[in-house]
């Protein structure tokens, strides 16, 4: 069994360098993952989570680092395919992302889009066929409106590292001929 630390990513801890120091400590101690929240709201400073990753990810060496867990329906999934394998890469393989529906319909609401749950389930399943599409060069959008991806999907390919994907991917990966994905998500 492994453990990793679930860590807030507001008040004091809104901070890249605080996280890094927490990351490093972590790693020291013997934990195995250091997962950040993804949140947009709160009555505190709040951190982008993708930041700190990056200080964390050039500040330690071998602990898993990622999010827990990003609320895909808040994000666009080819950003965030090129966020993941740009960290993956420059943590050297070390990304674990969760994904989920999001906690709160407000989040969604507050800024103009829909928040039911059913909307919200619709747009991870479709999110995760296109970052899955982005990461191993495949995808069925009806949702999304997708237009000349292939130079996006060529750029995230040049960053994959062979032989990473879990059992589940493998499947996929051998119906699509191509290498493992640059990260390993878990829903």
């Not at 990304?95 to 619709?122: D, H, M, N, P, W």
């Not at 997708?146 to 996006?152: E, G, P, T, V, Y």
Request: proline content about 4%; glycine content about 8%; hydrophobic content about 45%.
């Amino acid at each position: 069994m492994q453990f990793g630390l679930d860590v807030p990513t507001t008040g004091a801890y809104a901070d890249a360098r605080v996280q890094a120091q927490l990351a490093c400590e972590a790693e020291a101690a013997g934990w195995d993952g250091f997962f950040l929240w993804d949140t947009l709201l709160g009555a505190f400073a709040i951190i982008d989570p993708w930041i700190a990753l990056t200080a964390i990810a050039l500040h330690t060496s071998h602990i898993k680092i990622g999010l827990l867990a990003l609320p895909l329906p808040r994000h666009r999934p080819w950003l965030v395919a090129g966020q993941l394998a740009n960290l993956d890469q420059l943590s050297a393989g070390r990304v674990i992302c969760t994904v989920g529906l999001g906690y709160s319909e407000s989040i969604y609401t507050s800024f103009g889009e829909e928040g039911s749950a059913q909307v919200r389930a619709k747009k991870l399943d479709e999110g995760l066929q296109i970052l899955t599409g982005l990461l191993v060069c495949f995808w069925v959008a009806t949702l999304y409106f997708l237009r000349s991806l292939a130079s996006c999907c060529a750029r995230l390919f040049c960053l994959c590292s062979p032989g990473r994907a879990s059992t589940r991917w493998l499947s996929m990966l051998e119906i699509s001929g191509h290498d493992a994905p640059p990260v390993t998500l878990y829903t």
